[in-house]
């Protein structure tokens, strides 16, 4: 019975990864890049935060300066009327 190229392909994969885990080099080697995954995958969910946490800080900034704005037209307003 022919198999189909994918099914080869899953088979040998297969079979290299159980040798690779049976070699200690190789083995630390996957272990190593599991937690490089890791470390990459905490440092993307970090700086989604630090993204949202700019956008926060960019609209307090705008709040802050229409504020400051409105403060200093009602002070020089009430200011000529004396």
Request: charged share 30%; net charge positive.
């Amino acid at each position: 019975m022919a198999r189909n190229p994918l099914t080869q392909l899953a088979s040998l994969s297969e079979e290299v990864l159980g040798l690779a885990a049976q070699n200690p080099v190789a083995s630390r080697v996957l272990q190593s890049a599991n937690q490089l995954k890791e470390r990459v995958d905490d440092l993307t969910r970090r700086v989604r935060g630090l993204e949202a946490m700019e956008r926060r800080i960019e609209q307090l900034e705008r709040r802050i300066a229409k504020l400051e704005s409105a403060k200093k037209s009602s002070s020089s307003s009430s200011s000529k009327k004396t």
